[in-house]
């Protein structure tokens, strides 16, 4: 029964990934697979270590980081909504989730929350060999919901063009506004 669980831990925790990748990825008409599977393998992975990082670090983090990250999170999104409106309105190519950069910071910002259930599950009690669930599912998971999200973004873009980009930015803003204060 932990096994299931876990998986549908996993699966919540991925839910803001697809959004994030859908919402971002609407400026990117005709992304390549190999591109996409980087992308994915990024998010993958930075999710899966803050989870293990909140498990590992758990009773530390919860009692002196964790408020700040909240913030950090939010603060990075906003970026991220932003920098896709601004470009939404810009004659440059957009490059949202294309650069390195960019899909770091949408990584960490969409990932806090992993690193909060690892600290609930460091806390929790649970031991090293009760992680390898949920890090292979988190893992997994977080890569199939990125590359389903952006497959769908890059189509809905195509076909939507500025408005699904502003529309994506908006969305992302409001996921950054809603780490720290928890409003929906």
Do not use: H
């Not at 549908?8 to 400026?27: K, R, T």
């Amino acid at each position: 029964m932990d096994i299931v669980k876990d998986i549908l831990l996993a699966a919540s925790l991925c839910a803001d990934c697809f959004a994030v990748a859908l919402c971002a990825s609407v400026s990117m008409s005709g992304v390549k697979w190999k591109e996409v599977m980087r992308i994915a393998l990024i998010f993958a992975v930075i999710q899966t270590s803050l989870l293990f990082v909140g498990w590992a670090f758990g009773d530390f983090i919860a009692r002196y980081i964790i408020k700040i990250v909240s913030y950090v999170g939010m603060l990075l999104l906003v970026f991220v909504g932003g920098s896709m409106i601004k470009e939404a309105f810009s004659d440059e190519d957009p490059r949202n989730l294309s650069g390195l950069r960019n899909i770091v910071i949408a990584g960490i910002a969409d990932s806090i929350d992993a690193l909060a259930v690892g600290i609930s599950m460091s806390m929790a009690g649970r031991g090293l060999s009760g992680m390898w669930v949920p890090v292979v599912a988190v893992f997994v998971i977080t890569a199939f919901s990125v590359v389903l999200g952006i497959k769908g973004g890059s189509f809905i873009g195509s076909r939507s063009g500025r408005p699904a980009a502003v529309i994506g930015g908006i969305v992302l803003i409001c996921l950054g506004i809603n780490i720290p204060l928890g409003l929906f």
